[in-house]
């Protein structure tokens, strides 16, 4: 067989910035993007600071992680840089550290030094001007005398990462950049940035991801605390079943492991101040839903990646999702790891378990609804029949003798028998007397009596959208 003749054909560098500079990376996500390579280095702290000064403005991300010499830092700049990435790493593509940067700044600087003994500082610098004037792939090589001023004070003596971005075009878009409304959004900038550093490695700052430790990330100084979706230290947060299911990938199957959570309404948590914080950046409705990980990283914060629609009533039920790197193809993540969607196969199976999950948190929801103090009970007409104690239970906040995990899984007997039966709850026992049921609790206590809850909770889908002042009047 004749060999066929092959001609190399490198694009061009201008263009091919200029569209790589459109990934779909916004600020506090460029900026993840860069804690990302902090993380997979080792690092233990990580130091993001947003300095303004007008166009002068500038970005610089530090850590204490395990460098790089010379090589390696060259080739980090190469666009799809070849490495081989371990299970657990948060890279993948090899486009990170440069379109995360240059989607922010037109000048990338990186100084490094190696966690080896004697090794040298070793900086590089990408600069869009330049590739603009030369059109050619091209970076410099920076001596110690070239360094920019911001990256001299960002690493010490140890080993470790700076990151600086200059040239802050995409994030001061302003006519006068020097003037009081960009330094304002600047700083709005930065709080945002805390506000999602918080969330997306909120396992890590929690000391939580398996044999490491505890994640320390400052912004402008200030820690930055670990946001939980889950508000796993609410004594009346309730954890349903968790399950494990297969999926299979262009690479290798994998399994994803799924932790539902039910978050108690607003007059359950602790204070006041402990529920506005759970409601999360983006609110209560947004935030129900998936939080998807990818080697407890979060990609995804809430959502129902369209198995049903954000509901006022479904708001408290949150499930973490969790696969590892194996799954990417399967979960078609992005460059910009900020978006994923479910495979095929597994969103057949979530299906039943999100109708579940949504009637669960339903009653959580309905709980505020109950009056302080049990009303005068009405004589039960003669003959009447009596309904069982499990479907007619609907206790006070004023009822201290029936405790939360009690509440929790007389609710779960009601509305997922199969669910309870899984978690040894039964669905007839006794329980102490209860304020008369409302509307909307007889029918759903007759519902379920009749062996017809899923009917009428389609039927009580179905009247949200058709009559929504009827159904809240109903108590739905």
Partial sequence: MAVRKTIEVVPRARRT???LRNLGYDLRH???????????????????????????????????GRGMDAETLSEAFRYG?????????????????????????????????????GAALEARQLDLDHIDEVDNWEIFDLAPDELPEPTRSGLGAASGTVVLWEGLDRVLRYQDPFGGWAKKQLIAHAEDIDEHLGMVFHRFLAGEVADREPLQITVNGTPVEAWDPFCRTEPSTSALQEEDMEVRSLDRNGIVHL??????????????AVWKRASGPKGWNRQQGFYIYRADRLIQSGGWCRLRA?????KLVRISLDFFPELDSAFGVNVAKASVTLPEELRK??????????????????????????PPRRPKPSGAASASPASTVRPSPGQSDLSREQDSSIRLATFSP???????????????????????????????????????????????????????????
């Avoid at 130091?47 to 610089?60: E, N, P, Q, Y």
């Avoid at 199976?349 to 302080?372: C, H, I, N, S």
């Avoid at 007759?446 to 009917?455: C, R």
């Fill in 349 to 374: 199976e979530l299906t039943p378990l999100v109708k579940t999950w949504g009637r669960v948190a339903d009653t959580a929801y309905r709980q505020k609804q109950r009056p302080a103090s049990p």
């Fill in 259 to 272: 932790c539902p959570f039910v978050l108690p309404n607003q007059n359950h948590f602790s204070s006041q």
């Fill in 81 to 117: 840089s070849d490495r081989e990435y371990n299970r657990t790493e948060l890279g993948r593509f090899g486009f990170g550290l440069k379109s995360a940067s240059t989607s922010q700044c037109r000048r990338l600087t990186v100084l490094s030094r190696a966690d080896i003994p």
């Fill in 30 to 64: 460029a900026v993840a993007d860069i804690v990302d390579n902090s993380v997979s280095a080792d690092a233990t702290t990580v130091h993001v600071t947003v300095h303004f000064d007008g166009t002068r403005s500038w970005i610089r991300i530090s850590d204490n």
């Fill in 310 to 314: 954000v509901d006022e009533h479904a």
């Fill in 418 to 476: 199969a669910l309870a039966n899984h978690r040894g709850v039964g669905t007839t026992s006794r329980v102490p007397d209860a304020a008369p049921l409302s509307a909307s609790g007889a029918l759903e206590a007759a519902a379920s009596q009749v062996g017809e809850s899923e009917a009428l909770s389609r039927i009580v889908s179905a009247l949200r959208t058709l009559s929504p002042e009827v159904a809240h009047d109903l108590g739905w």
């Fill in 17 to 19: 910035l200029t569209s």
